[in-house]
Every structure is written in structure tokens, then in C-alpha cells.
Nanobody, 119 residues
């Protein structure tokens, strides 16, 4: 059974930092992409950052220069270092892994972790 276990959320003041972690287990994922999404109250879920097995990264414009995504490929673990946090970064952050095995596409989500940035 595939599981994505997230950790590292919490409450921080504006300008502070947090580091999120997410470990995927229970399956064979092949070449895949790990990413972080977030959803604020009343808003749609949006992609924050992603990283492929090959190390290619992608960031939302709103977090470029402040957030850094990285991964431990051997462990299918992804990290999101968040610096200079702003109140508008407040949201539930979700980890996701997706890819393709032969002709079958897959995606799995974590349960979400709350990040709250106070002004």
C-alpha cells in the first residue's frame, strides 16, 4: 500500500523558515516526479514546486527565490525548504508523487500538513 507521510508544518512568524519533508513508500515508482502543492481556504490547490527523478525542478513564481525543493532519490523522499515566509504562504501543504509504469500513469497524495505564517 502506497503511503506518503509528511512532516514539518507549523506556525511561524513572517520572515521565518520551515522545512517540510515527505517520504513515499509501499510501491515501485520508477522515474517519477515529487511535488508540493498547497491549498489556502477558499482557494484552489496550486503547485508550489516539483522535482523529477533526474533533478529537474519547477517553481511557482510566487515562491521563486524563497523556497527550495530537493529529494533523496534512493528513499523517494522530498523536502521543501521555505525561507522568508509570508502570511500569504499560509495553507495546507500536500505532497504528491506521480509518474508512469509501462503504460499506466499513477499519482498519490499525502494527507497534508498545515503551515501558518503570522504577520
Amino acid at each position: 500500500q502506497v503511503q506518503l507521510v509528511e512532516s514539518g508544518g507549523g506556525l511561524v512568524q513572517a520572515g521565518g523558515s520551515l522545512r517540510l519533508s515527505c517520504a513515499a513508500s509501499g510501491g515501485f515508482f520508477g522515474f517519477n516526479t515529487l511535488g508540493w502543492y498547497r491549498q489556502a481556504p477558499g482557494k484552489q490547490r496550486e503547485l508550489v514546486a516539483s522535482i523529477t527523478s533526474g533533478g529537474n525542478t519547477n517553481y511557482a513564481d510566487s515562491v521563486k527565490g524563497r523556497f527550495t525543493i530537493s529529494r533523496d532519490g534512493a528513499k523517494n523522499t522530498v523536502y521543501l525548504q521555505m525561507n522568508n515566509l509570508k502570511p500569504e504562504d499560509t495553507a495546507v501543504y500536500y505532497c504528491k508523487i506521480w509518474g508512469r509504469i509501462l503504460k499506466s500513469e499513477y499519482e498519490y497524495w499525502g494527507q497534508g500538513t498545515q503551515v501558518t505564517v503570522s504577520s
